[in-house]
């Protein structure tokens, strides 16, 4: 038999991540509206990927678990970004003609 203890969240935790997370589309929205120039790709994303922490950390309990857990949560985000930069790399590399 495996004896391991659970770590209880209360209620209370996932209401103010969900209501973290309506304010952060919310804003996304918002801030779509507003031309930042070359920094509207960068702001989504920085909203994109503290949403995504929140989802991960807390609804899918990471920040509970164990090292190991975590390890491979993080391997899969440089994984993400490294991806990003090739994307980025090819796009950045090519030669646009209009």
């Known amino acids: 038999m495996s004896d391991t203890t659970h770590h209880v969240v ?3 935790v996932y209401l103010l991540v969900f209501a973290s997370l309506l304010v952060l589309t919310y804003l996304t929205v918002a ?3 507003v031309d930042l120039g070359v920094f509207n790709a960068l702001v989504a994303m920085a909203i994109a990927v503290t949403k995504a922490m929140a989802v991960i950390l807390w609804f899918m309990h990471v920040k509970y678990s ?3 857990t975590k390890l491979c949560v ?3 985000f440089l994984w993400l970004m490294f991806l990003f930069a090739l994307t980025m790399m ?3 590399s090519r030669n646009w003609k209009f």
Do not use: Q
């Open 10 to 12: 209360p209620v209370r």
């Open 74 to 76: 993080g391997g899969g």
């Open 90 to 92: 090819d796009y950045i």
């Open 31 to 33: 801030i779509s509206y």
């Open 66 to 68: 164990t090292r190991l």
